[in-house]
């Protein structure tokens, strides 16, 4: 089944790159979406589920860790997982990601292998709990 | 510092652009960027990007046109002919936010520095920077099989 994946960046060139890097991954089926702020971001969540989004820290207008907690206001768009995709590696900057609720991060540049495991990790488990949810548990009784 | 700004610088260099632009590179030893070639005869383009934190100051990058298009090319997977100019400003500006970034971590990962939006500036501007009183230039030249490109520091001390 295709995941929607939402990539938020000021930079054209990155948001190609961040979809080519997935591609070459070999994640899996996936439909991508596009934002070049947060502010644009939200409108495309208004429109469209996403399975994951993931953002750039720092874009004008909007950055990531302001569409972060955006996002988690909203009953609808807080559980969706969030990838910050940075350049900012200081300890006191993950720090920040992660108190505002950023799911994870990755730090530029990125190889297409981090970016699978990253995606595994969350999307993986997610692809688990649905299956739970349904009542595929694997038991036979 | 400098000493260990130029190592950050370095090792950055060669993490980012071989990881994210797939290039061999080299270093050379100059220190000053006429001396190694830069600006060439080709038309440069240089980019700037401040960054303020426990110290404060920016990175310019300076890269032939002809190397920046080849930039391009494998860092979005385009062919040359689908190439436009908002295309290879996007990759420089990203390139020097990489660089400055991953210089910044590499020097201090304890320390947070915020970086500013990326600029593109003028050639004459981009070699005239670092040279009034109260601040320093620290200059890195990366070679690659055809030509080469400058990563400057400015540091206001």
């Known amino acids: ?141 | 510092m400098k000493k260990a700004l130029r190592t950050a610088m370095t090792a950055s260099i060669s993490n980012v652009l071989e990881t994210m632009f797939f290039m061999s590179l080299e270093f050379n030893d100059q220190t000053i960027l006429e001396a190694g070639g830069i600006p060439g005869a080709d038309k440069t383009i240089s980019c700037r990007i401040g960054f303020k934190g426990k110290f404060s100051g920016y990175f310019i990058l300076l890269v032939p046109e002809k190397l920046l298009f080849e930039l391009t090319e494998s860092f979005m997977g385009l062919d040359r002919e689908n190439i436009a100019d908002e295309h290879i400003n996007g990759t420089i500006k990203e390139a020097i936010n990489m660089l400055a970034g991953s210089t910044l971590s590499e020097f201090d990962d304890k320390v947070e520095f915020q970086l500013s939006i990326p600029e593109i500036i003028d050639i004459g501007k981009a070699t005239g920077l670092g040279k009034e009183p109260g601040e320093e230039e620290i200059v890195v030249i990366t070679e690659t099989t055809e030509s080469c490109l400058a990563f400057k520091a400015v540091i206001n001390v």
């Not at chain 1, 297409?112 to 694997?138: A, H």
């Open chain 1, 1 to 141: 089944m295709a995941v929607n994946i939402l990539i938020v960046d000021d930079s054209l060139p990155m948001r190609s790159v961040i979809i080519k890097t997935i591609k070459a991954s070999g994640f899996g089926t996936t439909n991508f979406y596009q934002a070049s702020d947060g502010i644009k971001a939200l409108e495309v969540l208004k429109d469209e589920w996403m399975d994951l989004v993931m953002t750039d820290y720092n874009m004008p207008d909007m950055n990531g860790v302001e569409l972060i907690s955006e996002m988690k206001k909203n009953d609808e768009l807080s559980s969706i997982p969030v990838i910050v995709v940075t350049t900012e590696g200081s300890q006191k900057k993950v720090q920040e990601f992660t108190e505002k609720g950023a799911t994870d991060y990755v730090k530029k540049p990125f190889t297409p292998e981090t970016i699978r495991e990253k995606l595994t990790q969350i999307l993986g488990e997610m692809q688990d709990e649905e299956s739970f949810e349904n009542g595929d548990d694997g038991l036979d009784f």
